[in-house]
């Protein structure tokens, strides 16, 4: 089975740095990914870490340790708009397609 | 705008009734999920379609019954649902194992269900 854990709630103030953590206890794992989703509206794709380490795009970063089932979302420089839910998800393969399990979830919220 | 589209956005039927979600991907890719999303819980994974072939059904009560004439459309067909079946339900769509970025899902905006 999976079991991903991540803080429900996290709040910063807007210019800080935020990291979001998410660890995993999971049997067949390929990857993690990290999905923003805005309320209200679809999740869209953030990242997508495979090996160790940390990868950057822009104001995010993500990070991964498979020996230790561990991930961390970091958010640079936090605009008003990056308030947003942030789901974990821990992949799969099978049947032709990277098969995600997600977390519940971490809503956080940049104050002014 | 993802190139995932959902219609209708909202539904409110009863428990009696027979209705059906319908999605729709302009991306050219060939796998294609559905979703649940409730309050307070994880997104939950339903259906995959791979080719119009489905490869992965979660446990899914047979009420929830869906279709995939092609790699572009993909339908849920919904009858004598339970009111714990409102939710959010989501399409999303990728490129199949081994092309490019295929790890990469695109989601729909959602058909929000409301089960009286």
């Known amino acids: 089975g999976q079991n991903i854990d991540q803080p429900t709630e996290m709040t910063a103030t807007e210019g800080a740095i935020v990291q979001i953590n998410c660890t995993y206890q999971?049997?067949?794992?390929?990857?993690l990914f990290w999905y923003q989703q805005h309320a209200g509206e679809a999740p869209t794709f953030l990242s997508y870490n495979v090996l160790d380490g940390l990868e950057e795009k822009g104001r995010f970063s993500s990070f991964l340790s498979r020996s230790k089932g561990y991930s961390y979302l970091l958010l640079k420089e936090l605009q008003m708009k990056d308030s947003a839910s942030y789901l974990c998800a821990v992949s799969r393969q099978a049947g032709g397609s990277y098969i995600p399990t997600f977390g519940r979830g971490t809503s956080l919220i940049v104050h002014p | 705008e993802t190139g995932v589209t959902q219609t209708p956005r909202h539904l409110v039927m009863g428990m009696t009734n027979k209705k059906s979600l319908k999605c729709e991907q302009h991306l050219g890719h060939n796998a294609m999920y559905w979703y649940k999303q409730s309050a307070k819980k994880p997104l939950e994974l339903m259906f995959v379609y791979n080719f119009k072939e489905q490869t992965e059904n979660n446990s899914v009560p047979s009420r929830f019954s869906p279709e995939c004439p092609n790699s572009s459309h993909l339908f849920l067909h919904l009858h004598t649902l339970q009111p714990e079946d409102s939710a959010l339900y989501l399409c999303?769509?990728?490129?199949?194992?081994?092309?490019?970025?295929?790890?990469?899902?695109?989601f729909g905006p959602g058909t929000r269900l409301t089960v009286t």
């Open positions: 999303a769509s990728s490129h199949p194992l081994g092309q490019e970025r295929s790890y990469e899902q695109y």
């Open positions: 999971t049997s067949g794992f390929n990857g």
